[in-house]
């Protein structure tokens, strides 16, 4: 079958992102088509066994992509091989809400890069990265990584660790999830001249970037203040301010305002003001 780049670019993020809306699509790829042509071409793709979607009561549908689907993204440059996908429409309305919320979060990126000229596209984030110490069970999966390229008369590349919160853990079990990113930073080996292991795969340590999304604005409000003060209870969080850099924002204020607008509060310090995502910190955790 020949596709038309829409739908080349559609097969591919359906497979690098697992599940993408109607609407995510056309806003990834071409914001200025109209809706009912993005329908049009994924229909297409169904219709040759290449991509499937679910749906379910109150969410948009999203698409993922079939087996033959996968063969053909794969055989791309575009994409690296990957192993986690989606298997059946069972295993996608487990996941759909919260991979929807994902790839909004990367939205909200790609749309601030455009407006302002940077650099992050529909494939800068990696969903569901796992982070491994020496070989071992993986110490962290992040929901994201991140790449985002400030152009501001110099290039300056920033990384990023997400984490999706939908509101439905207790917000003890999501401030342990900063814990983890914590002693993954720490962790050197227990070798003659080793270096902490996250220098092998970035060049600096990502910024973990909590994002709230699933309840109201001014319920999501209480537990990021909740965050906080378990965040700042822990000593393993708490005195890690000056090595990791914690924040956290709600989905809302990042489709609403943008990444460089002042949405984002430090999980660490007294300083509660909002600021960009690309803000510096270090001022707020001594």
């Not at 993408?20 to 219709?47: C, E, F, N, Y």
């Amino acid at each position: 079958m020949l596709l038309d780049p829409f739908q080349l670019q559609a097969l591919l993020l359906a497979y690098w992102h697992r599940l993408v809306s109607t609407d995510q699509l056309g806003r990834l790829i071409a914001p200025g088509m109209p809706l009912r042509t993005v329908r049009h071409k994924l229909a297409v793709l169904r219709r040759a066994g290449l991509l499937d979607a679910v749906t379910r009561e109150h969410s948009p549908r999203a698409w993922y992509i079939t087996a033959e689907g996968a063969a053909m993204a794969e055989v791309s440059d575009a994409v690296e091989k990957r192993q986690y996908r989606v298997a059946d429409p069972e295993v996608a309305q487990v996941l759909l809400a919260h991979s929807l919320d994902v790839v909004e979060t990367g939205l909200a990126f790609v749309e601030t890069a455009r407006a302002h000229g940077h650099d992050c596209g529909p494939l800068s984030w990696t969903p569901e990265v796992a982070h491994h110490r020496d070989g071992r069970r993986a110490t962290v999966i992040a929901d994201a990584v991140l790449h985002y390229v400030l152009d501001e008369g110099h290039r300056s590349q920033r990384i990023f660790f997400v984490e999706l919160d939908r509101s439905t853990m207790p917000v003890a079990r999501l401030a342990q999830k900063l814990v983890a990113y914590v002693r993954y930073h720490d962790y050197v080996p227990r070798r003659p001249g080793a270096s902490p292991v996250w220098r092998s795969r970035y060049p600096r340590f990502p910024r973990v970037v909590i994002v709230l999304s699933g309840a109201a604005e001014h319920v999501l409000e209480r537990r990021l203040a909740d965050l906080r003060a378990h965040a700042q209870a822990m000593a393993a969080v708490a005195t890690a301010g000056d090595r990791v850099d914690l924040i956290v924002t709600t989905l809302r204020r990042l489709q609403n305002d943008g990444v460089l607008a002042d949405v984002a509060v430090p999980i660490l310090g007294t300083d509660t003001r909002r600021r960009s995502l690309f803000a510096s910190l270090r001022d707020n955790t001594r």
